[in-house]
């Protein structure tokens, strides 16, 4: 990999996906207020197995839970009070098509994508759930099955930091032949499990036809959120023309008026709402927006 790629907001870094954990659960602990509706309704799995506070026996406690220790040093019955567990699958689906490998400020798109999904991740596991991915590469796939604990984000992280550099390796040897969105996200059915949730974070750009139907089958058996990666740095150039190069090697040049944009917080995709995100952003911002938007207790 050239120097180039290596530079910090192109490359993908294990090290910094595996730090946001402590960015993601800080952001938990603040106040925050939904922008976006609607919820995930989880099946429960029994109280769990942590503790979570020691309290006086009243009638009707469950014996079994009796704090031997609490109770024999103040000579009063004591039960233990634990975590209640979720069974929350949460399959990541990163896009990582060539569309994605640009940034003007902070990072690339596709780094701001995959910080995103990492600190979905960690909450996730901090919530007793479960995380797997889905990457979108320009010729190809990533898959991770879905797994709980910390040894699920770190597969998931992973296989984030391998999908990223084999997206870089393919743009850099001229081998792009990107599929629309829509049809990149094959197979996505099979790995994610009947009533999980399906977060997609993307540009949204060469949807494709199909994504609005996907998307409305998906919605069947799981629940399908939207994460739009932009950058709005590119709505803050200076007026003039700038050369690009597409996708398909073509080249051409854009006018912008220099008219600075207004950034909104949600937008609609598909007729969904999908949460917007900008890869200038910081990782604490990009956090707080995140949890938000996706609180613990969300529910329909």
Request: glycine share 12%.
């Given at each position: 990999?050239?120097?180039?790629?290596?530079?910090?907001?192109?490359?993908?870094?294990?090290?910094?996906?595996?730090?946001?954990?402590?960015?993601?659960?800080?952001?938990?602990?603040?106040?925050?207020?939904?922008?976006?509706?609607?919820?995930?309704?989880?099946?429960?799995?029994?109280?769990?197995?942590?503790?979570?506070?020691?309290?006086?026996?009243?009638?009707?406690?469950?014996?079994?839970?009796?704090?031997?220790?609490?109770?024999?040093?103040?000579?009063?019955?004591?039960?233990?009070?634990?975590?209640?567990?979720?069974?929350?699958?949460?399959?990541?689906?990163?896009?990582?098509?060539?569309?994605?490998?640009?940034?003007?400020?902070?990072?690339?798109?596709?780094?701001?994508?995959?910080?995103?999904?990492?600190?979905?991740?960690?909450?996730?596991?901090?919530?007793?759930?479960?995380?797997?991915?889905?990457?979108?590469?320009?010729?190809?796939?990533?898959?991770?099955?879905?797994?709980?604990?910390?040894?699920?984000?770190?597969?998931?992280?992973?296989?984030?930091?391998?999908?990223?550099?084999?997206?870089?390796?393919?743009?850099?040897?001229?081998?792009?032949?990107?599929?629309?969105?829509?049809?990149?996200?094959?197979?996505?059915?099979?790995?994610?499990?009947?009533?999980?949730?399906?977060?997609?974070?993307?540009?949204?750009?060469?949807?494709?036809?199909?994504?609005?139907?996907r998307l409305a089958e998906l919605a069947r058996r799981r629940v399908p959120r939207l994460i739009r990666i932009t950058d709005a740095a590119a709505g803050k150039l200076p007026k003039g023309r700038y050369p690009i190069r597409l996708s398909d090697g073509r080249r051409l040049r854009v006018s912008l008026s220099g008219h600075a944009q207004?950034?909104?917080?949600?937008?609609?995709?598909?007729?969904?709402?999908?949460?917007?995100?900008?890869?200038?952003?910081?990782?604490?911002?990009?956090?707080?927006?995140?949890?938000?938007?996706?609180?613990?207790?969300?529910?329909?």
């Open positions: 990999m050239t120097a180039a790629l290596r530079a910090t907001g192109v490359a993908l870094e294990a090290a910094s996906l595996i730090a946001l954990r402590q960015v993601a659960l800080r952001s938990r602990a603040e106040p925050v207020l939904a922008a976006l509706p609607g919820g995930f309704a989880t099946r429960r799995k029994g109280h769990g197995h942590e503790v979570a506070d020691v309290r006086e026996y009243v009638s009707g406690d469950d014996i079994r839970h009796l704090d031997k220790g609490t109770t024999a040093r103040t000579g009063a019955l004591h039960v233990r009070q634990f975590h209640e567990e979720r069974d929350r699958v949460t399959l990541l689906v990163a896009d990582f098509r060539s569309s994605m490998l640009w940034g003007i400020s902070r990072a690339f798109r596709s780094v701001a994508a995959a910080e995103a999904l990492a600190l979905i991740g960690w909450q996730g596991v901090s919530e007793g759930g479960r995380v797997g991915l889905l990457a979108l590469t320009p010729d190809g796939q990533v898959a991770v099955s879905p797994r709980g604990r910390v040894r699920g984000v770190l597969d998931v992280i992973g296989g984030l930091v391998r999908a990223h550099e084999q997206a870089l390796q393919s743009v850099m040897a001229g081998t792009v032949a990107d599929r629309s969105l829509d049809m990149a996200m094959s197979g996505l059915e099979r790995l994610a499990p009947l009533g999980s949730e399906v977060i997609i974070a993307s540009g949204f750009d060469d949807m494709g036809q199909g994504m609005e139907q207004t950034q909104h917080e949600t937008e609609t995709i598909c007729g969904r709402a999908a949460l917007l995100i900008d890869a200038g952003s910081g990782v604490e911002q990009t956090a707080r927006l995140l949890a938000a938007n996706l609180p613990a207790d969300r529910a329909p």
